[in-house]
């Protein structure tokens, strides 16, 4: 079963891909970390998404694209979770014609449902390990000490994508962008709600009830 799990920023898509890969066999996808990672590492894909990526705002669909059709090929057949992708109704066009070249389908469109205010509220709290790329939250998941990681020591820092500026651009971007893709994913049959504003666990549990 190959699926697209998606949901505002904050709506905690990374946290249970990593958990449908660790528990269910998945290949895990993640758009976000695949172009921060080509950020960091200077590729020509990385400068090109680097100044949209820091002012909040999508990267352009062409780069997406080109960037998950190469990584999908690697993949031999493997189920896997598009996780940040796709962001628009363009892009689950070109995901569907991507996968229909590869005799692939998508089975499953599971949207996890957070109400704005928590959101903001997730986001703006939230750092990340620069080393191993954790996730912690200053009040929900705090570090045993301060700016440090529990499981590797590196740095723990603010995404220069989750100060309260910032956020606010990538709410607007997904309000106007990606909540059409609920009435796309609908009209193929294949779309699916989970609440996302339960605890990590119970969300897990929705999540695998979906996917029987």
């Given at each position: 079963m190959n699926i697209v799990l998606f949901g505002a920023p904050g709506a905690g898509k990374g946290t249970q891909s990593s958990l449908l890969e660790k528990r269910l066999g998945y290949v895990q996808l993640s758009t976000g970390d695949l172009l921060r990672a080509a950020v960091k590492a200077q590729s020509e894909l990385g400068k090109r998404a680097h100044s949209y990526m820091?002012?909040?705002?999508?990267?352009p669909d062409a780069l997406v694209v080109e960037m998950?059709?190469?990584r999908l090929k690697e993949l031999s057949g493997k189920k896997f979770i598009l996780d940040g992708f796709p962001r628009t109704p363009p892009q689950a066009v070109a995901l569907g014609e991507m996968l229909a070249t590869m005799g692939l389908k998508l089975s499953k469109a599971?949207?996890?449902?957070?109400p704005q205010e928590e959101l903001f509220e997730r986001l703006v709290g939230r750092r990340v390990c620069s080393k191993c790329g954790a996730i912690f939250h200053i009040k929900s998941k705090p570090t045993r000490e301060e700016g440090i990681c529990d499981l590797c020591g590196g740095?723990?820092?603010q995404r220069k994508d989750d100060d309260a500026n910032v956020i606010s651009t990538r709410l607007k971007n997904y309000e106007s962008a990606t909540l059409p893709l609920k009435e796309y994913y609908s009209n193929l049959g294949v779309y699916v709600g989970v609440p996302g504003n339960l605890d990590t666990e119970k969300v897990f549990e929705g999540l695998s009830e979906v996917l029987k």
């Open positions: 820091d002012r909040g705002d999508l990267v998950v059709a190469e599971v949207f996890l449902e957070v740095a723990v820092v």
